[in-house]
């Protein structure tokens, strides 16, 4: 039934994944429009951040650096028949020169006739600025002309237009380098604010998406914990037996954080990932064909490497999410009890304890941070030597002429952008794997089996109870309760009295269907209680418990005025957290007094009690019980004297039934008990 430790650390493979992810996914349902709204927003985000690399590719392969080469091409049949092809496929970028020659726009040309240019050794290396006095407004023509004719040995004629070497430009002032360049510049500006567009569209709709993924993800986070937190309610005592309330916490906080993130920073930011990988090996791909399939081959094996961590990976992420439940389980324990520990002086005892717990997630730390710090320099080894191999290669290409300086910048930005979604999957995969390990905790949970609510909800129900030969065992091995047979009728008042781990809470807790008999039957109101469902069973109960609990709230409620009157005391006024054990047990006895239930459960009620105050509690049961049937379980005998019944349990089996007066006349167990009892009471007056 209860998600144990031992279950925990066993829990492998056989986790039925499929089913998890389904579970995941339904709480996903009310907000998948706007996780679609993200996805779109990321895919938007995702094409402006390809778009910006190749932008500034096209400005340093056509503005900045000279774009244009010449090309001189041989009388034999195949280079004219390429010849025609070039003119005949872009006629806006081939300016003739005569003689088979040819001012060629390279930024132009398609990749496949480029290479095929500069392979053949058609175009040389040296670039040409080409000016055309069409594109120059009247004021700038004229001084064009000027600077064309005052370094006249500088350029050359083809056609309508002048050319000039690249290097042959630092001959040239700045000032008059600045004005044949003016339309250069002008189109360098238009796509650097082309770029600045494509930067703020990113940020803009980066911040539109990361807001909604983490709204969407706080929305499932919050449906997630109220239905965790509502299932925990539903389960029956036995589960809470079983688990620790740290690893029950553990789940409601730790464990739902964990899932979130997996929303927010893995699931839907993965799609994007693919995106940019997919389409940075496109442009690549387009661009150059041999260096992107390099590329492809570094990035291969990095997924490799990741593969092999990822079972690694997966273990230790379950031991660590293993190791807080248990630590953050010794810990709430440990405060909740801190009063016995320094009653005892267990101080020593409780820290060695807590550093052995300490020291297990302290280990299952090391071991996530040893393969978190082996995996992810390895990806940064791999992208800084990628790029490495980019620059070698890529400038060799340069200059050889097989790439551009635009396409080489193209492809180391575009280099660090394949690389930053494979850096940060170290990052995403410990998110993710923390989850995995989340979710398999938190779907055992929540398919533990509630506790069964079925059954009647309605109807009176007189304080009559009947056990018929009720047996019961925690466990297979060993009967609490053998063969309980007795009545309780309406409006009697009968105590059950006998020695510690006798089975006189069992009796309450089978009472109250906090567990259910094995064998025989209970009747309440002439009703089997299993045809009752527990919350009109519980309905009609009211119970009051040795050990207590109280909310941190104001108890001072009108509620309890008549109890307080009817016990001669003053109404409590304090909150939960600051009041004694004994004002608790006043507190809840009024509560179970205002309640007005046809049957009332009293389990060592008043021991926190002073005798006064007991005395008056008795009084009021008597005076208020008439309609109302009562069960007292006490150990101090002094508490049952005027039950009308008192049942003396022994070793899970009734003994002894009868008034006090009876079962001391019959020198029974009741009687060596009383006996024992006040033997204790005339010793300590002694020696007072």
Known sequence: MAVTESEESKRGEGTQDLSIIRWLYGFTGPHRVLMAAALVLMILTALL?????????????????????????????????????????????????????????????????RNDLEKLGTVPEER????????????????????????????????????????????????????????????????????????????????????LLNYSGHRIMHRMRTEVFSHILSLPQPFFDKNPVGRLTTRVTNDVNAINEMYTSVAVQFIKDVLVVVGVFIVMFYMNRELTLFVAVF??????????????????????????????????????????????????????????????????NMDQLWVYATFRPFIEFMSVFTVAFILWYGGLGVLKLELTIGALLAYLYYVRMLFRPIMELAERYNIFQSATAASENLYELVNVKPEQREGARDGFISGKLEFKNVWFSYNDNDWVLKDVSFTI??????????????????????????????????????????????????????????????YGKNISDTEHDEFSKAIKIDRIKSNGNTISSGEKQLV????AFSKNARFLILDEATSNIDARIERNIQRALRNEARDQTTLIIAHRLSNVRHADRIMVIHKGEISEIGTHAGLLERKGIYYNLYRLQNEIHRFSLLTD
Not at 82 to 87: A, D, I, N, Q, Y
Not at 317 to 327: E, F, H, N
Not at 521 to 526: E, N
Not at 588 to 591: D, E, F, I, R, Y
């Open 489 to 550: 009728e309406p409006g009697e008042t009968v105590a059950l009295v006998g020695l510690t781990g006798s089975g006189k809470t069992t009796i309450v807790n089978l009472i109250l269907r906090f567990y259910d008999v094995e064998r025989g039957q209970i009747l309440f109101g002439g009703r089997d209680i299993k045809e009752l469902s527990p919350e009109f069973l519980r309905g009609n109960i009211s119970a009051v418990f040795q050990d207590l609990f109280l």
């Open 299 to 364: 990035t291969v094996l990095m997924f490799f490497f990741a593969g092999l961590f990822r079972m690694k990976l997966k273990t230790v992420y379950r031991d660590v999410r293993r190791s807080i439940a248990k630590l953050n389980a010794f810990v709430q324990e440990s405060v909740r009890g801190i009063v016995l520990i320094k009653l005892y002086n267990r101080e020593m005892e409780n820290f060695e304890k807590f550093k052995e717990t300490n020291k297990e997630n302290f280990k299952a």
């Open 128 to 211: 040409y600025l080409v000016i055309d006095p069409a594109r120059f407004d009247k004021d700038k023509l004229t001084r064009a002309t000027e600077i064309i004719k005052e370094k006249g040995a500088l350029f050359k004629r083809a056609g309508d237009v002048y050319y000039i070497s690249y290097t042959s430009l630092k001959g040239l002032g700045r000032d008059d380098l600045l004005l044949l360049r003016s339309e250069d510049i002008r189109e360098v500006i238009v796509l650097s604010t082309v770029v600045f567009a494509c930067l703020t569209g990113i940020f803009i709709l980066s911040s539109l998406f990361t807001y």
């Open 49 to 113: 951040e390809l778009t910006v690399p190749y932008i500034t590719k096209i400005a340093v392969d056509k503005y900045i650096y000279p774009a244009w080469g010449i090309a001189r091409f041989k009388d034999s049949g195949k280079d004219r028949e390429f010849e025609k092809s070039v003119r005949d496929r872009y006629p806006d970028m081939v300016i003739p020169m005569g003689a088979n020659s040819y001012l060629i726009d390279m930024s132009g040309i398609d990749n496949a006739d």
């Open 588 to 591: 809840s006895l009024g509560q």
